[in-house]
């Protein structure tokens, strides 16, 4: 009876989450600047007024990021490796970058205001980014053997971590619930949420799948601590 009910505990919908704002995958586009021509793929803020750009030049010797507003050119710098990204409604960015056949893992770099705010090395590959709509924080997960959710607070330059059993996971963005927003994870290649976690790290909701996959004196804990008053 105690088990059953663990499995149901929490809301059946998740908050705020809608099949329709998970972030499409980055388009291809071909830049010009400072006569050669960058292969491109780029990425647009929720309000549409800022694209993102980043790619290689046609020659292979040079990688750049591209920060467009209302599709003017305001920032552009020197890259390496660059594989994915995402944009605020501020401007502020977040870029995934790969590693060559020298390094292993991936790296993490915020621009923000004509520098980079902020920049992390990991020992593993990358999937692609999240950032919350007004630039306040940003999120990456880590790939297998050891998936993990990564939040970056760009204004207090802290972080904090969430580490799956699934093996799977990956990013479906920033969903907005009325007056907060939740950073949503799915798993496999699917766009059905995994689990929402809040802007300080915490599990807000989860499903019956990531619920049964918890240790069972963890899910007792929740079940008690949700019986309080």
């Not at 710098?77 to 292993?104: E, F, K, L």
């Not at 699917?190 to 019956?208: H, K, M, Y």
Request: aromatic share 8%; charged share 25%; with cysteine.
């Amino acid at each position: 009876m105690i088990h059953r009910r663990l499995l149901r505990q929490g809301p059946s919908d998740p908050p705020g989450f809608s099949p329709k704002n998970v972030p499409d995958d980055p388009t291809n586009q071909y830049l010009s600047y400072d006569e050669s021509t960058f292969h491109c793929r780029t990425v647009t803020s929720p309000d549409n007024d800022w694209t993102l750009a980043f790619g290689r030049r046609a020659d292979g010797e040079e990688s750049r990021t591209f920060r467009f507003q209302s599709e003017e050119l305001i920032e552009t710098r020197p890259a390496s490796q660059p594989v994915d990204g995402a944009i605020a409604n501020d401007g502020t960015a977040v870029v995934v970058s790969g590693s060559d056949s020298n390094t292993v893992g991936g790296e993490l770099n915020v621009l923000g205001d004509d520098t980079v705010a902020l920049s992390h090395r990991f020992e593993t590959t990358l999937g692609k980014p999240a950032i919350q709509s007004d630039g306040d924080w940003c999120a990456v997960v880590t790939r297998p053997p050891e998936p993990t959710a990564h939040l970056f607070y760009l204004r207090s330059r802290t972080h904090r971590e969430h580490s799956f059993q699934e093996r799977g996971v990956h990013m479906l963005g920033v969903h907005d619930d009325e007056c907060e927003e939740y950073l949503y994870l799915g798993v496999r290649s699917t766009t059905e949420p995994f689990l929402a976690l809040d802007d300080s790290g915490e599990i807000v909701w989860e499903s019956d799948r990531s619920r049964a996959m918890r240790p069972f004196t963890d899910r007792i804990s929740s079940f008690v601590n949700s019986l309080r008053p």
